[in-house]
Structure formats: structure tokens, C-alpha cells
């Protein structure tokens, strides 16, 4: 795992990056707050493997459970009430004073319900920001998600949302019994707060009007604070659904495998998950996999009784294939492993060439991570970049020299080697 990039120094490194890329981008953002969430804010998966998510999170407008006093909230902030008498975990925002920032655009995604009140639909808002910009291609949306292509490689799963003040449900969550959490981090993610985001309950004949509460920052917190068997299982339990299982139309998500993993850690004492106890972990993490899947059910972390399996759209004979190929997997033991490509060949490759490739691989990470935040650091007040700044220039010097060392090797051994900007978006992925 180590030589793949998934070291603990690896991770955290990576964490630290994207926390102060969404830094450098909201200094300059103003009404609108970027946040990465997934397995960027994670640290657990390198720069081009897999989406980047990202939460574009609308200032200026805030949603508060019924009751809350309006009077504690600063009088040019656009207020909704949460009517929570939908599927749990989703909601329906009813307007209770509308704010100064952003006005014309919450104004024409308004609804009057024919009772006197008016909703804030989801679908118009999502709607309203599925816009494109020319170096960005727009993908078929999922769910809340705009996903687009930008740079023809970066893959960015952008979701809109809107701050929402919860209590009760975050803390029905910290009241729970649990071996983890610590007590600081529970009051952490507590205090981390939460989102809706527009999207609804796929069965509900009124998903066009609902939200779904989110709690994105809370949970990366919580995943960063995983120990580094527990991220490894996560790792590797999310590595089997896609390059095993692979589900075609998220009917299992990456999703479900990281709520998997937070029961398991809440669950279990935290001196039972050591580098010893890896495959026992691994091997209850497919048995509840399994589970959910032939149950369809399984409680989300946060809100338990939204079942993230409910409208999941698998059917009978991808199901009965699916719990074969775990019943498989569960037999098979540690060598399960081996039927992962990367694992695979990280276990059968010769180790002075392939250390050496993955020290390689990872310094080009890094390089590509400083590179895109300087790029905010040279950004001047106009907009403009500084290219000939001197820090990004050594950056892309050293670039340049690795790619031509990992080239000349390929070629020692026997590669092909002709595309050079084809060979630095393999050793990056």
C-alpha cells in the first residue's frame, strides 16, 4: 500500500494540500465557499485517481430547523426552514426572510406550494447552475453532482449547496454510545455544522422540492482520523467495488464503503485495528458489504435511519452475482488481494524497480499539488497568473526531468515509448 501511495505521510501530505488550496481559492471567492470533500480531502486517493469533489457552498443563505430563533441570525442572511416530514435525512426548505446576497438567484428557483408557503426547489436551483465554461466539458449529472472534464484529465464532481444549522440531529449523533470517535473530535464534527444539497429521495413523488442533508465536512474529519489500518481497509474495500464488482449506474457507491467503514471504527475498540488485524477487518468489511446488499439496507452514519441502499436500482441477477463474487472473496482469504490489478502487481513486481517507480510517481504528485497552488499564490488582483514566477518554474524544471527519467527507464526495459504527456497522466493516476 506504501509503494501505491497510500502511506500515512503520503496522506496526510495530501490532506494539508487541498485544505490550503481551498484556502487560496475562497480568499478570492467571496460569496461563494470552496470546500473538497471525498477522497481528496481524505488524502487517500493520488491527484488523478479518482473524482474530485468539490462543494461550492452558497454564502449569504442559511437553513435552520423549525424553532429557531431568526433573531440570532444577522438580519442580510436569506433564512429557510427545514420541513423535515419527508424521508429522513432529507427535507423540504420553506422561506422564512429573504437576504440581501444572492437574491435573484434563489428568487427564480421559488415556488408557491398553494398553502401560502413558499419552497426553494431543488431541481430549479440545480438547474440553474449546470452551466459550462469553455475549458470545462459537462458530463451527465448524478444526483446533486455537476460532474465536468476540465483540462481534457481532471474529472470534478462540483455540488452546490447551502449552510444548514441542525442541532438536533448532530447531537441525536454525538449522544450515541461508541468505542470512537474521541470525545474532542465528536464536539469537532459537531461544531463543523452541516449542508443540504439539492438533491431528493429518489421514491419520493416530491423529490423535485426536497434536500439532503450532508455533512461533508464532519465526515472528512472523521475519515482523517481513521488510524492507518482503518484507511487501508477503506482503501482496499473501495478498490474490490470498483475494480471487482464495478457497478454501472452507482447502484454501490464508494459512499456506502466509507459508512461501512465508520460503524466499524465506532463499533470496536481502536486497539483492535493493527497492521496484524488488516485482513480480519477486510474480511468483515465484505461481510457487511454483503449484507447490505442482499438486505438493501444499510444505516448511514449520521442519520441511521436513512438506509443508503433504498433506491439503489440493483437488480436481481447483478445482486445474485454480486454476493457470489464476495462469498468468493470472503473464501479466498489474504490472497484476495491478488485479484486487484495494482495490488497485483505492487505484490509480483521486482521491488528495486518498482520502489523506484513509486518514489517517482509520488514526488510527481506533490509537484503537480504545489504547482496548482502556487498558480493561486501568483494570482494577482486582476486575475492574472504570474507564469515566469521562479518558484513554479523550478516546479515545472523538475516536472520535466522526471518525466524524461521515467521515459528512459521504460525504454531500458523494454517499453515503447513515444507520448511523453501520456506517460506523466499514467505515472499521476
Given at each position: 500500500?506504501?509503494?501505491?501511495g497510500?502511506?500515512?505521510?503520503?496522506?496526510?501530505?495530501r490532506?494539508?494540500?487541498?485544505?490550503?488550496?481551498d484556502?487560496?481559492?475562497n480568499?478570492?471567492?467571496?460569496?461563494?465557499?470552496?470546500?473538497?470533500?471525498?477522497?481528496k480531502?481524505?488524502?487517500?486517493?493520488c491527484w488523478l485517481?479518482?473524482?474530485?469533489?468539490?462543494?461550492?457552498v452558497?454564502?449569504?443563505?442559511?437553513?435552520?430547523?423549525?424553532?429557531?430563533n431568526?433573531?440570532?441570525i444577522?438580519g442580510?442572511i436569506?433564512?429557510?426552514?427545514?420541513?423535515?416530514?419527508?424521508?429522513?435525512?432529507?427535507c423540504?426548505?420553506?422561506?422564512?426572510r429573504?437576504g440581501?446576497?444572492?437574491?435573484n438567484?434563489?428568487?427564480?428557483?421559488?415556488?408557491?406550494?398553494?398553502?401560502?408557503d413558499?419552497l426553494?426547489?431543488?431541481?430549479l436551483?440545480?438547474?440553474k447552475?449546470?452551466?459550462?465554461?469553455?475549458?470545462m466539458v459537462?458530463?451527465?449529472r448524478?444526483?446533486?453532482?455537476t460532474?465536468w472534464?476540465a483540462?481534457g484529465?481532471?474529472?470534478?464532481?462540483?455540488?452546490?449547496?447551502?449552510?444548514?444549522?441542525?442541532?438536533s440531529?448532530?447531537?441525536r449523533?454525538?449522544a450515541?454510545p461508541r468505542h470512537?470517535?474521541s470525545?474532542?473530535?465528536?464536539?469537532?464534527?459537531?461544531?463543523?455544522?452541516?449542508?443540504?444539497?439539492?438533491?431528493?429521495?429518489?421514491?419520493?413523488?416530491?423529490?423535485?422540492?426536497?434536500?439532503?442533508?450532508?455533512?461533508?465536512?464532519?465526515e472528512?474529519?472523521?475519515?482523517n482520523n481513521?488510524?492507518?489500518?482503518?484507511?487501508?481497509?477503506?482503501?482496499?474495500?473501495k478498490?474490490i467495488?470498483?475494480?471487482?464488482?464495478?457497478?454501472?449506474?452507482?447502484?454501490?457507491?464508494?459512499?456506502v464503503?466509507?459508512?461501512i467503514?465508520l460503524?466499524?471504527?465506532?463499533?470496536?475498540?481502536?486497539d483492535?485495528?493493527?497492521?496484524r488485524?488488516?485482513?480480519?477487518?477486510l474480511?468483515?468489511g465484505?461481510?457487511?458489504?454483503?449484507?447490505?446488499i442482499?438486505t438493501q439496507?444499510l444505516?448511514?452514519?449520521?442519520?441511521p435511519?436513512?438506509?443508503?441502499?433504498?433506491?439503489?436500482?440493483?437488480?436481481?441477477?447483478?445482486?445474485?452475482?454480486?454476493?457470489?463474487?464476495i462469498?468468493d472473496?470472503?473464501?479466498?482469504?489474504?490472497?484476495?488481494?491478488l485479484?486487484?490489478?495494482?495490488?497485483?502487481?505492487?505484490?509480483?513486481?521486482?521491488?528495486?524497480?518498482?520502489?523506484?517507480?513509486?518514489?517517482?510517481?509520488m514526488?510527481?504528485?506533490?509537484?503537480y499539488?504545489?504547482?496548482?497552488?502556487?498558480?493561486?499564490?501568483?494570482l494577482?488582483?486582476?486575475?492574472v497568473v504570474?507564469?515566469?514566477?521562479?518558484i513554479k518554474q523550478?516546479?515545472i524544471?523538475?516536472?520535466?526531468?522526471?518525466t524524461v527519467?521515467?521515459a528512459q527507464?521504460?525504454?531500458v526495459?523494454?517499453?515503447?515509448?513515444?507520448?511523453?504527456?501520456?506517460?506523466?497522466?499514467?505515472?499521476?493516476?
Open positions: 500500500m506504501t509503494r501505491l497510500y502511506s500515512e505521510e503520503m496522506r496526510r501530505w490532506v494539508e494540500k487541498y485544505r490550503e488550496r484556502r487560496l481559492m480568499v478570492r471567492l467571496g460569496n461563494i465557499t470552496v470546500i473538497t470533500a471525498g477522497s480531502a481524505e488524502g487517500l486517493t485517481e479518482s473524482d474530485n469533489d468539490i462543494l461550492y452558497l454564502e449569504g443563505v442559511l437553513c435552520v430547523e423549525a424553532g429557531f431568526l433573531h440570532k444577522p442580510d436569506g433564512v429557510f426552514r427545514m420541513d423535515t416530514r419527508v424521508y429522513p435525512g432529507n423540504r426548505l420553506l422561506q422564512e429573504r440581501h446576497t444572492h437574491s438567484e434563489i428568487h427564480n428557483c421559488l415556488c408557491d406550494n398553494g398553502y401560502g413558499i426553494l426547489s431543488s431541481s436551483f440545480l438547474d447552475y449546470s452551466t459550462s465554461s469553455a475549458d459537462l458530463l451527465e448524478a444526483g446533486p453532482s460532474p472534464l483540462g484529465v481532471l474529472h470534478v464532481d462540483g455540488v452546490r449547496a447551502l449552510r444548514c444549522h441542525c442541532p440531529i448532530l447531537q449523533w454525538a450515541r470512537w470517535p470525545p474532542a473530535i465528536v464536539q469537532k464534527v459537531v461544531a463543523l455544522g452541516a449542508f443540504v444539497t439539492p438533491v431528493g429521495f429518489k421514491e419520493s413523488e416530491t423529490k423535485h422540492m426536497e434536500w439532503r442533508n450532508c455533512f461533508n465536512t464532519g472528512s474529519e472523521l475519515v481513521l488510524n492507518g489500518t482503518q484507511a487501508q481497509v477503506y482503501v482496499m474495500l478498490t467495488l470498483t475494480d471487482v464488482l464495478r457497478p454501472c449506474k452507482k447502484e454501490v457507491t464508494s459512499y464503503i466509507k459508512n467503514v460503524w466499524q471504527a465506532e463499533s470496536n475498540s481502536q483492535e485495528f493493527d497492521t488485524s488488516f485482513f480480519h477487518w474480511h468483515d465484505l461481510r457487511e458489504l454483503k449484507t447490505a442482499a439496507q444505516s448511514y452514519y449520521m442519520i435511519e436513512r438506509n443508503l441502499m433504498a433506491g439503489s436500482g440493483l437488480q436481481d441477477q447483478q445482486k445474485s452475482q454480486w454476493l457470489t463474487d462469498t472473496m470472503m473464501a479466498e482469504g489474504p490472497r484476495v488481494i485479484r486487484l490489478p495494482k495490488i497485483r502487481k505492487a505484490v509480483i513486481a521486482s521491488p528495486e524497480p518498482m520502489l523506484w517507480f513509486s518514489k517517482k510517481r514526488e510527481l504528485e506533490i509537484l499539488l504545489e504547482f496548482f497552488n502556487r498558480d493561486w499564490k501568483c494577482s488582483e486582476n486575475g504570474d507564469e515566469y514566477d521562479d523550478e516546479i524544471r523538475r516536472m520535466v526531468e522526471l527519467e521515467v527507464r521504460m525504454r526495459e523494454g517499453y515503447s515509448v513515444d507520448d511523453m504527456s501520456a506517460i506523466l497522466k499514467r505515472i499521476v493516476m
